[in-house]
């Protein structure tokens, strides 16, 4: 996702012709108001069952599947800023996540890089376009955490790269255009008959857009689920994110204000666990609460496997 803020008066409905999809999974979101093009480096919900739970050392293989809808671009009111406008957006983005045996300040040292690849759809008026290839990369460091048999931790760095290919003058483009760091705090509590929670918090430093001299605002972020254990390897519950830009976004050195991003999402939310040592978790999430950003709605799927 991305954005290009400029006045929403005269420029809006120019601007608002351009999209970017940024992020290792996400979909993209022409410009409006908040953050570059109305969207984040980060594919928001794209976690759910298991997110703080480090695996034992060795390496392992996840493939996360997405497919997203939205036809209601809002702006600050939460009003429809276009009429006729629709995105869509399929990603499946592999993932290669290495746990180390090494110990760093007594966390389990593990890295991960996740690549995404992204089938975009943009439709603004009378404007379409289609992309796809591969997105904005995501890598970075960990350290895991097991509190009690129940209770894991791991705490995280990740580093959106500019992968993705980027035009500024075509409606959608596959990735932002500029770095961005996010550190994060990620906790679960399982209990394979009982209570299941996870919740990842992060918090988004993005850096200049240099086609466009713009550098969208920072963000705090949770993807978040909720769940009852079975007893035999299912769990059913919800799951979704919750999404506020905290600071205002910069264009040409002037600070841009009341443009700020917000969101909320919510769905069922599954997740099957095998012996083996596999499981797959699987949720739809509709959001709600927007502002300055599309509102749609996105199915997800996560496979998780030792390798």
């Known amino acids: 996702m991305n954005n290009k803020k400029a006045d929403v008066s005269a420029?809006?409905?120019?601007?608002?012709?351009?999209?970017?999809?940024?992020?290792?999974l996400t979909a993209a979101l022409p410009v409006v108001q908040a953050t570059?093009?109305?969207?984040?480096?980060?594919?928001?919900?794209?976690?759910?069952?298991?997110?703080?739970?480090?695996?034992?050392?060795?390496?392992?293989?996840?493939?996360?599947?997405?497919?997203?809808r939205a036809d209601r671009l809002l702006d600050n009111r939460g009003k429809q800023a276009i009429d006729d406008f629709h995105l869509s957006a399929d990603?499946?983005?592999?993932?290669?996540?290495?746990?180390?045996?090494?110990?760093?300040?007594?966390?389990?040292?593990?890295?991960?890089?996740?690549?995404?690849?992204?089938?975009?759809?943009?439709?603004?008026?009378?404007?379409?376009?289609?992309?796809?290839?591969v997105g904005d990369i995501i890598f970075g460091p960990a350290l895991g955490y097991h509190y009690s048999d129940k209770f894991h931790a791991?705490?995280?760095?990740?580093v959106f790269a500019p992968t993705g290919k980027y035009d500024r003058d075509d409606l959608a483009n596959l990735g932002r255009n500029y770095w961005a760091i996010e550190p994060i705090a990620a906790f679960?509590?399982?209990?394979?008959?009982?209570?299941?929670?996870?919740?990842?918090?992060?918090?988004?430093?993005?850096?200049?857009?240099?086609?466009?001299?713009?550098?969208?605002?920072?963000?705090?972020?949770?993807?978040?689920?909720?769940?009852?254990?079975l007893g035999n390897g299912w769990v059913v519950g919800v799951g979704g994110y919750v999404y506020h830009q905290t600071t205002n976004d910069n264009q040409d050195g002037q600070e841009l204000e009341d443009r700020k991003g917000r969101?909320?999402?919510?769905?069922?939310?599954?997740?099957?666990?095998?012996?083996?040592?596999?499981?797959v978790t699987a949720k739809w999430q509709k959001e709600s609460d927007v502002r300055n950003r599309p509102e749609g709605e996105a199915f997800w799927i996560k496979l998780t496997t030792p390798l």
Do not use: C
């Open 36 to 68: 570059e093009g109305g969207g984040s480096s980060y594919p928001m919900g794209a976690e759910n069952y298991m997110t703080g739970a480090m695996p034992p050392p060795g390496i392992y293989g996840q493939v996360f599947a997405e497919s997203y």
């Open 188 to 229: 679960t509590y399982v209990d394979p008959s009982g209570l299941n929670g996870d919740l990842k918090v992060m918090y988004d430093f993005n850096a200049r857009n240099p086609a466009t001299d713009y550098r969208s605002g920072q963000e705090l972020h949770a993807d978040y689920s909720f769940g009852w254990g």
């Open 154 to 158: 791991i705490y995280a760095f990740d």
């Open 91 to 133: 990603v499946i983005a592999p993932r290669l996540i290495w746990v180390t045996e090494q110990k760093l300040l007594s966390g389990a040292l593990a890295f991960h890089m996740n690549v995404p690849l992204i089938d975009l759809r943009v439709d603004v008026a009378d404007e379409h376009q289609r992309k796809t290839g």
């Open 11 to 24: 420029d809006f409905f120019r601007n608002a012709q351009r999209v970017i999809v940024g992020a290792a």
């Open 263 to 279: 969101a909320v999402a919510i769905g069922p939310s599954i997740k099957y666990a095998n012996q083996a040592g596999w499981f």
